[in-house]
T-cell receptor, first 113, second 111 residues
Framework: DGGITQSPKYLFRKEGQNVTLSCEQNLNHDAMYWYRQDPGQGLRLIYYSQIVNDFQKGDIAEGYSVSREKKESFPLTVTSAQKNPTAFYLC????????????FGPGTRLLVL | QKEVEQDPGPLSVPEGAIVSLNCTYS??????FMWYRQYSRKGPELLMY????GNKEDGRFTAQVDKSSKYISLFIRDSQPSDSATYLC???????????FGTGTRLQVFP
């Protein structure tokens, strides 16, 4: 089955700790995205990547970092600089030729201890 | 003013009702209009996709775009309890990589 997987489903972060959220896709999509979803605010773009070894900041990149070493993988690190990390994090992918049709993973819920 | 406005609801309807979900937007450059369905604690699922103005139908779902009014709609006929979810509109223009999402409308269909 083609799709996007995210792990873990739930993640707990302690003060001052960096945590990494995993995103993998087997849809052969070139473009991948990370969004943050908070109640009443919709989806906000954190980072996106259209090709391996290249990525761009989205609207709320501060306190986050990403890498794109493989086409299938786009991990997101929530650093200690992100002061309000509690949210639902969603990874998505799309074909570069049709960036408007994005397909989402099941999400990771990050909670702060 | 947000680029995309969407009533958060909740919208509560009886089973079998026709549901109308709407978004307004301010950017006249938007050309692609999407509707996503998101069940609680799950990722959004692409439901409908429309380019420019007009209607598109898929089973019980119809998407409408009125670019002159900057207004898009999703109609659900014969609504079912399984349609209970949050519906997100999203849109973008040509030559852009970013989708702009509405905040989502929570729909509840009761038996």
């Amino acid at each position: 089955d083609g799709g996007i997987t995210q792990s873990p489903k739930y993640l707990f972060r302690k003060e001052g700790q960096n945590v990494t959220l995993s995103c993998e896709q087997n849809l052969n999509h070139d473009a991948m995205y990370w969004y943050r979803q908070d109640p009443g605010q919709g989806l906000r773009l954190i980072y996106y990547s259209q090709i391996v070894n290249d990525f761009q900041k989205g609207d709320i990149a501060e306190g986050y970092s990403v890498s794109r070493e493989k086409k299938e993988s786009f991990p997101l690190t929530v650093t200690s600089a992100q002061k309000n990390p509690t949210a639902f994090y969603l990874c998505a992918s799309s074909s570069v030729s049709t960036p408007e049709t994005q397909y989402f993973g099941p999400g990771t819920r990050l909670l702060v201890l | 003013q947000k680029e995309v406005e969407q009533d958060p609801g909740p919208l509560s309807v009886p089973e079998g009702a026709i549901v109308s979900l709407n978004c307004t937007y301010s950017n006249s450059a938007f050309q692609y209009f999407m509707w996503y369905r998101q069940y609680s604690r799950k990722g959004p699922e692409l439901l409908m996709y429309t380019y420019s103005s007009g209607n598109k139908e898929d089973g019980r779902f119809t998407a409408q775009v009125d670019k002159s009014s900057k207004y898009i709609s999703l109609f659900i006929r014969d609504s079912q309890p399984s349609d209970s979810a949050t519906y997100l509109c999203a849109m973008t223009g040509d030559n852009t990589d970013k989708l702009i999402f509405g905040t989502g409308t929570r729909l509840q269909v009761f038996p």
